[in-house]
């Protein structure tokens, strides 16, 4: 039998998710547990991928590393709100300033509570350099690996 349990509601925040037809989010806002939105931002696509961020008024433009993942995001008058720089395989090796962004190696999003990339099949771990689950696919001669550990 169950005993009386204590729920703390003060730490219960939700984020929602808006998605497109391509199955990318086009929209993403954070509320606290008495339902009051404490952000909100919206994404905005072009033919390579994630290509400028809108939170409240302000636009900011990201810039793509080789990998498609974020390497640099400005504003619309070319300040440097932040940067990134990876290792190989996703670790983060240098960030410079406050703006902060989900969407970086790669292009996908990372959770920051646990350090994963959502590979919305599959998480990957930078830092163990592995997928957490196998391919759905089976593709590679090792269905955990990260580009076949290139």
């Not at 433009?61 to 400005?74: F, Q």
């Not at 099949?121 to 690996?145: C, E, N, S």
Request: aromatic share 14%.
């Amino acid at each position: 039998m169950l005993k009386n349990h204590y729920y703390d509601t003060t730490l219960q925040n939700q984020t929602l998710y808006q998605h497109g037809l391509s199955g990318f989010p086009l929209a993403v806002t954070e509320k606290n547990n008495a339902g009051s939105v404490t952000a909100e931002q919206m994404f905005i696509y072009g033919p390579t991928g994630l290509f400028a961020i809108k939170s409240g008024a302000e636009l900011t433009y990201v810039l793509k590393d080789h990998r498609g993942g974020s390497k640099i995001l400005v504003d619309a008058s070319g300040t440097i709100k932040a940067s990134y720089d990876y290792t190989p395989f996703g670790e983060h090796m240098r960030e410079t300033g406050s703006w902060d962004t989900r969407y970086q190696f790669t292009g996908q999003e990372k959770d920051e509570e646990t350090g994963l990339y959502n590979y919305r099949a599959r998480l990957y771990d930078p830092y163990l350099k592995r997928f957490l689950h196998t391919d759905p696919a089976g593709q590679g001669f090792h269905f955990i690996v990260y580009a076949t550990n290139d």
